[in-house]
């Protein structure tokens, strides 16, 4: 992906711009320029666009929760539980930038299929409720935001302690009344990874919620707390190969 070759192939615009670079008008773009460069000497042609990974824990009922484990990869399930078909996951040959990180709880009744649970982003019970907890797992989600997120890759530590609270969107709709509605709906309540984060689909790639009493965090009846991770930044297709 050798800039001064990009200038002269006729697929360069979709880079935007000549090769690709311009001034940074956005954080977003100053980003994409930052991968440009740091791909500018890659022997083949990457695709570099804006993309979502999503990593799903099923939590079942009754269970006492102290950590929650999200991997990344395509081909590494979550621990006790199989990758959802509302996952996006992270394939081996790919590479992924981190720019923003999302934390949302949704509830399963047993038996649901997995594309009806509707996500939350907030701790108020009556909102929380109205969507399918019951008090114990409305209980169970504000617990959630005492804790802190952790990140590893390989064997290197790369986030240590975010606090969850960060995580949280409340807005006026959703403060005092049972109002249907998901944080998901917009970009609120994302964190900014800054320095970004760059994962490799040929690493391991792991992030943690660690919550500070695992009895608070509990289901109750016959539902299942599904934890979503959402990371958004710029997937690299193809750019697992290579070093950075």
């Known amino acids: 992906m050798n800039l001064g070759k990009l ?18 008008v956005s954080p977003a773009r100053a980003l994409f320029n930052e991968i440009l460069s740091r791909y500018a000497n890659a022997p083949d042609d990457l695709a570099i666009m804006p993309s979502t990974i999503v990593s799903e824990v099923e939590l079942p009922a009754a269970l006492n929760v102290q950590d929650i484990v999200w991997n990344l990869r395509a ?3 979550n621990p006790s539980n199989p990758i959802r078909t509302t996952e996006v996951r992270l394939q081996t040959r790919d590479a992924f930038v981190i720019d923003r990180i999302g934390l949302f709880f949704g509830v399963q009744v047993s038996g649901d299929p997995a594309s009806a649970v509707y996500y939350q982003q907030y701790d108020n019970p009556h909102t929380v409720a109205n969507s399918g907890f019951s008090t114990t ?23 240590a302690g ?26 609120f309540g994302y964190v900014d990874l800054t320095p970004a984060m760059t994962v490799r689909g040929s690493d391991s790639s792991q992030f943690t919620l660690r919550i500070p009493d695992p009895a608070l965090f509990t289901t109750g009846g016959d539902e299942i707390i599904v934890a979503r991770l959402m ?7 193809g750019g697992a190969q290579f070093e950075l």
């Open 162 to 187: 975010v606090h969850a609270s960060q995580f949280r969107y409340v807005d006026t709709a959703q403060a005092s009344t049972a109002v249907l509605r998901s944080a998901q709906e917009n970009s």
């Open 137 to 159: 797992g409305a209980q169970a989600v504000r617990q959630a935001y005492n804790g802190s997120l952790y990140s590893i890759v390989n064997t290197v530590q790369y986030i």
């Open 231 to 237: 990371l958004r930044g710029m997937l690299v297709q």
């Open 75 to 77: 081909d590494q399930a």
């Open 7 to 24: 200038r002269q192939t006729p697929n360069a615009p979709l880079f935007g711009g000549e090769g690709g670079l311009v001034d940074p």
